[in-house]
């Protein structure tokens, strides 16, 4: 007999995903008592399990738990299904010299890698097989090793041929092949990330996704695993798999689904044409101009690009627009250097080489989740529209996705309050106060995600979210959610495409960083910012930056009583580059007391501060910034408005610098004012822009 090697593969986190937390802990204190089941293992592979309560399961070989047999009454994975593995795995692996003796009979089973406190006898039933050695660590696998015929197998024709139709559209992957860091091969999807913890295993492969999708989901990883080995793609970059070119992904699903969608759809191609004739017009008559019937433009091209799954300009649309709306009712939200970079990035979206990436129209606008651990890294407050709402934004990892979301709520200010953060921490959000889900783990059944991964919880299934405290949750978060290295993570993100182009995910930059050591207080009455060093645990000097906000008018003495409580160990915020040093602005602080979350503190006593010096002038960054200032008033005022000498003051500075590309693309732009030298210039100026950002000093 041949001992299930897909049982022993699976550990307390696999368990969790596929059952819940608090069906494995109860299987495991069961098996640690005593009163775990008796297995045995037929020559088929079938495991059959005995519980004293009289309950019978089974678990024949290649099927996933869920497919697995039991008496008692309990829906789907059952405690029983649960025990039977725990058990399982107790008996099948060896005891060693010190789970012998008679002190061994206390032993804890809560890690799945000993035997359970019970005997060897009383755990197997009659006819049990041998105990077995522990299987040999695996090589690297890939999962691009199951053929066509394997995965009609286990998921049938529908599954795989809504995987070819989405193939056909072309998907945004990211593939992580198995390494020492990473021991479970994985395939990030727009819609979530599938992880494959049972080498060679189908039955046991997550996504996240619920039961209607996860074939397909899973077919879409072995997918991109096979391309990206064909392909030599390395690990952890992001690429378009799929699309026109490689139809012939699979050639069972090109049997399951006979169908051809086109490339373009006749939706995108007339959305894709309303963005280019709108921005047009935006930027020869000036967005000052703006009335409300452009506004309403500008809203049904919003929702055709959505209707037309071009997710990214669709948003970018949606932004555009209020920025707009602000300027008309004279907000201060109204920047007018973000409306010449959403100008620049509808456009350029529209000149990418990988459409498919540019506008997200391989993406699922919105993906219903299976039972999810969400882990909070706090809260940022800012104000809504016309200062009459405040909005909320709860930044939430998802561990099993090794990736960060975002669940957002707007709030109305009643006349007369001033709706700061404090304020707002009391409300009441899925049944708990803001505070207590800022710092909280949350698992829930009625989580779903958008294509920027912004989280949304169903209406009327409340009862199905649990919230429990956060604990030292974040000490266990994975690689890249979880920082050691911070400057190595910035690194890693060089090779991303310009930011107009590339996808637009919300908490794309939200980490949790491991601190070492946390450097002295300064503080830039000027600027009103507080800033401090932390060392992560490479030695890497990360700089904090954290500015006053009358919004949340505790955040900066919350933040300095928090770092200069001496037990600070973790700091979670949005990572940035500047001038090639990594920067965060900080969401939340783990000390000794529990979280510190900034925009909810109170207002208290100002803090007495050290005065920082005057920060070093950055000449390049100086007049990259002034010509993307002339650009930004160029498409305030309007092309058909601009002056031959407008542009000459900034294209000087940038000739001084030494920028002659930047500067002749200003010079050609004020010979002939037309939107496409001004996107010309203006993508130019905002990629050198960032790219000086992430650039390494020394």
């Not at 890698?113 to 105990?131: C, V």
């Not at 707009?324 to 973000?338: G, K, Q």
């Not at 000149?351 to 999810?372: H, K, M, N, P």
């Not at 001084?656 to 002939?672: E, K, P, S, V, Y």
Request: hydrophobic share 45%.
């Amino acid at each position: 007999m041949n001992a299930r090697a897909d049982l022993l593969a699976l550990d307390a986190d696999t368990l969790a995903a596929l059952a819940n937390r608090g069906l494995v802990k109860r299987a495991a204190r069961e098996l640690d008592s005593g009163a775990g089941a008796s297995v045995s293992l037929d020559p088929a592979g079938e495991v059959a399990a005995a519980f004293p309560d009289g309950s019978r399961a089974a678990l024949p070989a290649g099927v996933p738990l869920e497919a697995g047999t039991c008496s008692c009454p309990a829906p789907g994975v059952c405690r029983h299904l649960v025990g039977l593995v725990l058990a399982y795995q107790a008996q099948a692996r060896p005891r060693s010299a010190s789970e012998s003796s008679p002190e061994s009979d206390s032993a804890p089973a809560s890690d799945y890698a000993s035997a359970s406190g019970s005997r060897p006898e009383a755990a197997a039933g009659p006819g049990a097989a041998a105990p077995a050695p522990p299987p040999e660590p695996e090589l690297p696998w890939s999962p691009a090793e199951f053929d066509d015929a394997t995965l009609l197998a286990a998921f049938g024709r529908p599954a795989l041929a809504a995987a070819r139709r989405a193939w056909e559209r072309g998907v945004r992957v990211t593939v992580q092949r198995m390494d020492a860091a990473h021991p479970a091969p994985s395939v990030e999807l727009p819609s979530c990330t599938v992880r494959f913890p049972v080498p060679r295993s189908l039955n046991f492969a997550l996504s996240g996704a619920t039961a209607a999708r996860h074939g397909e989901l899973v077919t879409l990883a072995v997918w991109a695993f096979r391309t990206a080995d064909e392909d030599g793609t390395p690990s952890g970059s992001a690429r378009t798999a799929g699309g026109p070119k490689r139809a012939d992904a699979g050639t069972a699903a090109a049997t399951a689904d006979r169908a051809q969608p086109a490339p373009a759809t006749a939706a995108t191609t007339a959305a894709v044409a309303a963005v280019a004739a709108l921005t047009e017009e935006l930027l020869r008559t000036g967005t000052a101009r703006t009335g409300p019937v452009l506004l309403a433009q500008l809203a049904r091209l919003e929702a055709e690009l959505a209707a037309a799954s071009a997710h990214w300009p669709a948003a970018a649309a949606a932004e555009l627009r209020v920025q707009l709306a602000a300027y008309a009712d004279r907000d201060t939200r109204h920047d007018p250097d973000r409306v010449a970079e959403l100008l620049v990035e509808l456009r350029a979206r529209l000149r990418a080489a990988d459409r498919a990436l540019a506008l997200g129209t391989g993406e699922s606008a919105v993906t219903q989740l299976r039972r999810t651990r969400l882990v909070a890294l706090g809260c940022r407050v800012s104000a809504g529209r016309g200062g009459a709402e405040r909005c909320t934004e709860l930044y939430l990892a998802q561990p099993d996705a090794g990736i960060a979301l975002v669940l957002r709520k707007q709030w109305a200010v009643p006349e007369g309050r001033a709706g700061t953060g404090a304020e707002l921490a009391g409300r009441r959000l899925l049944g708990h106060s803001v505070r207590a889900l800022a710092g909280s783990n949350l698992v829930s059944e009625s989580v779903s995600r958008s294509a920027g991964r912004a989280v949304t919880v169903e209406r009327g299934r409340i009862a199905s979210t649990s919230v429990t405290p956060l604990g030292d949750a974040w000490a266990s978060l994975p690689a890249p959610l979880l920082l050691h290295d911070a400057a190595a993570r910035l690194r890693a993100l060089g090779g991303r495409p310009p930011r107009p182009v590339r996808p637009r995910i919300e908490a794309e930059n939200a980490h949790v960083l491991a601190v070492a050591e946390v450097g002295p207080l300064g503080y830039d009455p000027a600027r009103q910012r507080l800033e401090a060093v932390l060392r992560d645990a490479a030695g890497t000097e990360v700089r904090l930056s954290a500015e006053h906000d009358v919004l949340c008018p505790g955040r900066i003495d919350a933040l300095a009583a928090a770092l200069e409580s001496g037990t600070v160990t973790h700091v979670s915020g949005l990572l940035r580059p500047e001038a090639g040093r990594p920067v965060l602005d900080p969401l939340a602080v783990r000390t000794a007391a529990g979280p510190v979350h900034p925009d909810l503190a109170a207002e208290t006593d100002p803090h007495p501060f050290t005065a920082l010096p005057p920060t070093a002038a950055d000449p390049l960054a100086a007049a990259l910034t002034a010509a993307r200032t002339a650009l930004a008033e160029l498409a305030r005022t309007g092309l058909d408005a601009a002056l031959p000498h407008q542009l000459a003051p900034a294209a000087a500075g940038l000739r001084r610098t030494g920028l002659r590309t930047a500067a002749a693309l200003l010079d050609a732009l004020a010979a002939d004012p037309s939107p496409d030298r001004w996107t010309d210039a203006a993508l130019h100026l905002l990629t050198a822009l960032d790219l000086h950002q992430e650039e390494a000093r020394p």
